[in-house]
């Protein structure tokens, strides 16, 4: 049955932007039918240009609430490894109530943002008074998810060491631990309690906190087809360590011990040498690439223009929510690449020289691809989301749909625009959910 039919003027549909086209939304938010160079029939909503919504690969949604509280001298020589510990004394005063709360309003933004669905990568298992209960934080991640309409692709995180070497994990990482058998139980326990849209993937926080043994056990016993996610190559400090340990570098080390495929979305993959290039690249493999956050921990720069001259696979993710705009993660992955090549325009090519769209359309493939749910952008049979841009703004008068895209990425972030779920739009957050993320951030900064 369909719900909606939509007539969009121009829309950037599977690849590339088309005019006139015609969609329909069935009864399930998924898009019926789909015509290109269509007439508008009366009952059809019209809107002018229309880009698909991005998958968001890579969430760790707690550390919303401590965005832009980290940004203060500790030492001569901050670091992700300083932000770390930061991040650990927030992630040890959250229960699972005030993570609902959290989630509830950080999944809000995203998709008034422009983000349909989200990986959400979970580690803070132990509940904090209850260190038996290691269900409870999942739970209220996937009520929190399930109320706001986000589709969810939940990844508990197997974190069992500190170190490579097997050290011990300290008192602040504590709420993270499990033991292989604990994960598997706990993974086959949440599959029961998972809502429609919503699925779970295997993940390995990286490969200094769980050693081979533990993954291929994981592995044995879980796969069966799902997405796997792991952190690496973040670091030069977790290279070294890796290195130092394996005599290889953590790319070439997980491609010796696993077949890795188009299951698994390597998150970061911020320093990699040109054998690990070809490898990710022809293993069809996803790197999720969080631009502001890698940005905001002075990571470094991900070697983008040779990934996608070996037709490298990415998606995008927001990771610690610095900021919740997949514009802006855009050009910031965009704009490393000029300012560390002292070139401009990088991301693109002759047959599609335009950034924006190169790099959107890339982003919804690679992102879907990564949280195996049917949202990859504006086709039949895929989840009836897409962002409407509003061309009554000075800033997109007389413009291509490219240059829509280019301008809302790199030219005005004020340009005003609506995102749609399931062939609806999505309304502003309500009052009640920002209530209760006060009172949380209100206890958690006492
Ligand atoms: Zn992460």
């Known amino acids: 049955m369909v719900k909606h039919s939509y007539f969009f003027n121009r829309a950037l549909v599977a ?14 938010g998924l898009f019926a039918e789909i015509r290109i160079d269509a007439t508008p029939q009366s009952s059809d909503t019209q809107l002018d240009c229309v880009i698909p919504t991005l998958p968001n690969c890579h969430s760790h949604v707690f550390q919303r609430c401590m965005a832009g509280l980290t940004e203060y001298k500790t030492s001569d020589n901050d670091s992700f490894w300083s932000w770390r510990d930061l991040m650990y004394q927030y992630a040890n005063q959250i229960d699972a109530k005030q993570l609902y709360h959290i989630a509830k309003y950080t999944y809000s933004e995203m998709l008034e943002a422009g983000y349909t669905s989200v990986c959400e990568f979970h580690y803070i298992h132990r509940e904090l008074n209850d260190s038996s209960n290691t269900e409870n934080m999942s739970l209220a991640l996937i009520k929190a998810a399930h109320e706001e309409g986000i589709a969810l692709t939940l990844l508990p995180v197997l974190y069992t060491q500190a170190h490579i070497d097997g050290t011990k994990l300290s008192d602040l990482q ?3 631990h499990l033991t292989t058998d604990e994960y598997i139980a706990l993974y086959k326990k949440l599959e029961k309690q998972l809502f429609a849209q919503q699925n779970m993937g295997i993940c390995f926080h990286s490969l200094r906190a769980v050693s081979l043994e533990q993954m291929q056990r994981v592995l044995k016993s879980l796969d069966k087809g799902q997405p796997i996610h792991i952190h690496i190559a973040e670091q030069q400090a977790e290279i070294e360590q890796i290195q130092h340990h394996t005599q290889l570098r953590p790319v070439e080390y997980l491609y010796q011990n696993f077949e890795v495929n188009n299951n698994w979305c390597l998150v970061h993959a911020t320093h990699l040498n040109q054998k690990e290039i070809k490898l990710i690249a022809d293993s069809k493999a996803v790197v999720g690439i969080c631009p502001l956050t890698e940005a905001n921990l002075g990571d470094g720069v991900f070697a983008l223009p040779e990934f996608l001259q070996q037709k490298g696979r990415l998606g995008i993710g927001s990771d610690s929510h610095i900021l919740i ?6 050009q910031m992955l965009e704009y490393s690449q000029r300012l560390h090549k002292q070139q401009r325009v990088i991301a693109s090519t002759a047959n599609n020289p335009h950034v924006g769209t190169l790099l959107w359309t890339k982003a919804v493939r690679g992102g879907a691809q990564a949280c195996q749910l049917p949202v990859n952008g504006i086709q039949i049979g895929q989840q009836a989301n897409w962002i409407s841009l509003d061309t009554s703004h000075p800033s997109l008068v007389n413009l291509s749909g490219e240059k829509c895209l280019d301008s809302i990425i790199f030219a005005d972030n004020q340009i005003p625009y609506q995102s749609y779920l399931k062939g609806e739009k999505i309304t502003p957050m309500h009052q009640s959910i920002k209530e209760n993320y006060k009172k949380t951030l209100k206890s958690l900064r006492n």
Do not use: G, S
């Open 174 to 176: 504590q709420r993270f």
């Open 15 to 28: 690849e590339q932007w088309h005019k006139n086209v015609r969609a329909t939304v069935d009864d399930n």
């Open 325 to 330: 705009n997949p514009f802006q993660e855009i």
